[in-house]
């Protein structure tokens, strides 16, 4: 296949590869192929066959671009002829050419059901021909130009995908006594879905997850500036007021249709405590060992350039022993089959199905998403976080 290092219109790809396209004549009269080959040689390459049963063989090794075919031959008629050199490339365009002015008129609407690029009779005029395979050149850089172009994207968003799965801590740590489980499903190749989580010292982790409004490319922009907050906080112990307030103000230069639900918190082991900031997301929730489950509601709207003076409520609830903190986004409640959401009850279900089993909790509840989409795929990302102490 043609490819090129820089981009060019599809005309420029024509020209260029004018002289590497291959034209397959068929006929059994050796005058008609010397014909095709003196109009078209000067400016493709030309094989002619006499044989329609060999010609499909040349077509395998040879792999033509354009074939121009005889209607009545001995062996193989054009139409059955055209349908095997199609099987063979199905990109490949045919010219069917007839003897007979009186060919009637159900030959040419069965060659154009059939896909023929044309219908011509014999003798042709050399214009004509030349026009017609002018003409198949042009749809041919077309399509090549459009399976470059598709190409090209699709290394691009293979690219994207990869990078943000790079930006992405892993999905099963142990650190400093506590215990973390990640599962991440974009529904697309990227994804608007982020989590994260570092160690503050002195027996205390942060944990973030965000939500970037949609999905896709202009989302997974807005995941690394997520990324970016999380980290610059650092030198304030990852505290969730200062998470937020690095947010607001790393997106402050963005739209305000441009928002981020997040929920970030410091997981305290020896003062068995959550303290956390939900700005706009869905309830984090903390499972106890008796499968009780406490949910941790918004303490202030999503994250926008719209409310950048806004103060968001730091709450502090209790994180008994052996408990779980279990975050996720609206993908996974939100997910839909048919007219029915997922919603909190199955989530809440497929929770206490799982026993509390810590290794298990993620599993049991994105299985129960699945199955809930009933071979569906999801129409937004699902991220799930799941957090305990040893």
Not at 220 to 239: E, Q
Not at 365 to 373: D, P
Request: aromatic share 8%.
């Amino acid at each position: 296949m043609f490819t090129c290092s820089s981009p060019k219109s599809w005309q420029v790809w024509v020209i260029e590869m004018k002289r590497n396209w291959k034209i397959l004549a068929v006929d059994d009269e050796p005058g008609v192929l010397y014909a095709i080959e003196r109009v078209l040689g000067s400016q493709y390459q030309v094989l002619t066959c006499e044989s329609a049963l060999e010609s499909i063989e040349l077509a395998k090794s040879k792999r033509p671009d354009i074939a121009i075919v005889d209607v009545r031959m001995p062996q193989m008629d054009g139409f059955d002829l055209m349908g095997a050199l199609l099987s063979t490339d199905p990109s490949m365009k045919v010219i069917l050419m007839t003897g007979s002015i009186h060919e009637s008129d159900q030959k040419l609407a069965r060659a154009i059901r059939e896909r023929a690029f044309y219908y011509i009779t014999k003798p042709f005029d050399r214009d004509v021909l030349l026009a017609l395979v002018e003409r198949c050149a042009e749809i041919k850089g077309l399509e090549l130009a459009d399976q470059l172009h598709t190409e090209f994207l699709r290394r691009q968003l293979a690219s994207a995908s990869a990078f943000q799965h790079s930006m992405l801590p892993s999905n099963r740590e142990s650190l400093d006594g506590f215990e973390i489980r990640a599962m991440y499903h974009p529904c697309e190749h990227v994804a608007g879905d982020y989590y994260d989580y570092a160690v503050c010292g002195d027996g205390a982790l942060s944990v973030l997850i965000a939500d970037v409004v949609g999905h896709g490319a202009s989302a997974a922009m807005l995941t690394a500036v997520v990324k970016s907050s999380f980290h610059r906080s650092r030198r304030d112990c990852y505290s969730p007021r200062c998470i937020v307030k690095n947010l607001v103000e790393d997106i402050a230069a963005f739209e305000a249709d441009q928002f981020v639900t997040t929920f970030c918190a410091t997981l305290r082991r020896e003062k068995h405590e959550i303290e956390y900031v939900n700005a706009g997301h869905v309830d984090g929730l903390i499972v106890g060992p008796d499968s009780s489950i406490q949910r941790l509601a918004a303490t202030g709207p999503f994250v926008s350039s719209l409310v950048r003076d806004r103060d968001w409520e730091v709450r502090t609830e209790e994180w008994p022993p052996d408990s779980q903190l279990l975050l996720h986004t609206d993908g996974v409640t939100e997910a839909w089959h048919q007219e029915e959401m997922y919603g909190d009850e199955r989530l809440e279900t497929a929770i206490r199905a799982s026993h509390t089993r810590h290794d298990e909790l993620l599993s049991y509840v994105y299985n129960s998403v699945i199955q809930h989409l009933a071979g569906k795929p999801p129409s937004d990302d699902l991220t799930l976080l799941n957090v305990w102490s040893k």
